[in-house]
């Protein structure tokens, strides 16, 4: 399968502070990603589907203000959780899809940051 | 969106033979059906993935009768690295690629 990197693997940051998470296709260019938030012991719940050049889609209850994606290029998509707060802490796990891997079909899974405000 | 529904847990013992069902009774006639591991603190990896009858990889196999409005991701001999969560998803969304994660199964492998 492709691969996905995410960049930071964990973060620690005081509270009212914004923090970038990036998300990496490395052998592929993805026209999609994907971003999901995982709290413990629970499913992954999808926050936003970014496509490269384009706004991203977000969820609904995911407020984009505070949770800023960008999709620059075709193997980059950054994800800025702003003035952070302590119940942003969460696992933050991206996907990628598309692009000459295929279509949609089977996203790539990024190994996930876990964010953890102060 | 097709939801999937799966049972919450399962044990089983090393060297048994898994199979866990997934329910996905509205299920589109484009959607795919795949299935994912998690272990703790780490992104979901991809298993399988069918559309319909039998798909068989070199780590498990997955049973779609031709309804398609159910799956079975079946395990050979399982082993304790193999305690995880197991997702079954359906989907992507027409042209949104988006999928939508169900609670999943835990799955816990005894020595």
């Known amino acids: 399968g492709a691969v996905v990197s995410q960049h930071p693997s964990r973060v620690i940051c005081k509270s009212g502070t914004s923090v970038k998470i990036e998300c990496r296709s490395l052998?592929?260019?993805?026209?999609?990603m994907f971003w999901y938030r995982q709290f413990p012991k629970q499913s992954l719940m999808l926050m936003a589907t970014s496509n490269e050049g384009s706004k991203a889609t977000y969820e609904q209850g995911v407020e984009k203000d505070k949770f800023l994606i960008n999709h620059a290029s075709l193997t980059l998509s950054t994800l800025t959780v702003t003035s952070a707060h302590p119940e942003d802490s969460s696992f933050y796990i991206c996907?990628?899809?598309?692009?000459?891997?295929?279509?949609?079909?089977?996203?790539?899974f990024g190994p996930g940051t876990r964010l953890t405000v102060l | 969106l097709a939801k999937t529904t799966q049972p919450i847990s399962m044990d089983s013992y090393e060297g048994q033979e898994v199979n866990i069902t997934c329910s996905h009774n509205n299920i589109a006639t484009n959607d795919y059906i795949t299935w994912y591991q998690q272990f703790p603190s780490q992104g979901p990896r991809f298993i399988i993935q069918g559309y319909k009858t039998k798909v068989t990889n070199e780590v498990a196999s997955l049973f779609i009768p031709a309804d398609r409005k159910s799956s079975t991701l079946s395990l050979p001999r399982v082993s304790l690295s193999d305690t995880a969560v197991y997702y079954c998803?359906?989907?992507?969304?027409?042209?949104?690629?988006?999928?939508?994660f169900g609670q999943g199964t835990t799955l816990q492998v005894k020595p």
């Open positions: 996907s990628a899809a598309g692009g000459a891997k295929g279509s949609y079909n089977e996203q790539f």
């Open positions: 052998d592929f260019q993805a026209t999609t």
């Open positions: 998803l359906v989907g992507p969304s027409g042209n949104t690629g988006k999928l939508i």
